[in-house]
């Protein structure tokens, strides 16, 4: 049973508009969430992350938004740009060293 | 900058081959991992270390084992392979015993096993 969800395989969006990936988890134990950005032929990239005891963090064009009592996250990306088109895994740290990742979005970007 | 290198990037095995997957970490990390990607599936933990000659089974140890005789090298190996064993392998390495933010996973460029 998948712990953490990403429900939307894939999601198109325009250049210069926001991109909005979803992330539901199921374990309450999570206490620190992360996404990685993967293009194909290379290994996934970190790219933010948020403590569980945030509802908000912005680094740069990228925010991430938690909802603990909806066991909800999202990562917002505004602008978009082409070069954000990627796989974007949400991955939740269960305890010390483990993730569990979800199954992926692709997002594309259209110019 | 942080390189996790993964010695083959495609192979291809015949079914009931043993089959090694290399990783090679060039910045003194304690952690090494391996995992798998499947479409719709995600990345799923197989096996980790700690330390060498350290390992810990992950979510999906069946049908693999690992080895870790020096800090820079993991190893991923198929006893047996199987057809569903083909797979996207990605091996990870992060220098802490615990992950934050400033010390994430960081990736290899994966290895693509089909087995036929």
């Known amino acids: 049973d998948q712990q953490v969800k990403q429900n939307s395989p894939s999601l198109s969006v325009q250049e210069g508009r926001i991109s909005i990936l979803n992330c539901d988890y199921t374990?309450?134990?999570?206490?620190?969430f992360l996404w990685y950005k993967k293009y194909p032929a290379e290994g996934p990239t970190f790219l933010i992350s948020i403590s569980s005891i945030k509802d908000k963090n912005e680094d740069g064009r990228f925010t991430v938004f938690l909802n603990k009592s909806a066991k909800h996250l999202s990562l917002h990306i505004v602008p978009s740009q082409p070069g954000d088109s990627a796989v974007y895994f949400c991955a939740a740290r269960e305890y010390g060293n483990k993730l569990v990742f979800g199954a992926g979005t692709i997002l594309r970007v259209k110019s | 900058d942080v390189k996790v290198t993964q010695s083959s990037r495609y192979l291809v095995k015949r079914t009931g081959e043993k089959v090694f997957l290399e990783c090679v970490q060039d910045m003194d990390h304690e952690n090494m991992f391996w995992y798998r990607q499947d479409p719709g599936l995600g990345l799923r933990l197989i096996y980790f270390?700690?330390?060498?000659?350290?390992?810990e089974k992950g979510d999906i140890p069946e049908g693999y084992s690992v080895s870790r005789e020096k800090k820079e090298r993991f190893s991923l190996i198929l006893e047996s392979a199987s057809t569903n064993q083909t797979s996207m392998y990605l091996c990870?390495?992060?220098?802490?015993?615990?992950?934050?933010?400033?010390?994430?996973?960081?990736f290899g460029n994966g290895t693509r096993l089909t087995v036929t």
């Open positions: 270390s700690y330390d060498v000659k350290m390992k």
């Open positions: 990870a390495s992060s220098p802490t015993p615990t992950l934050s933010y400033n010390s994430p996973l960081h």
């Open positions: 374990n309450s134990m999570f206490d620190y």
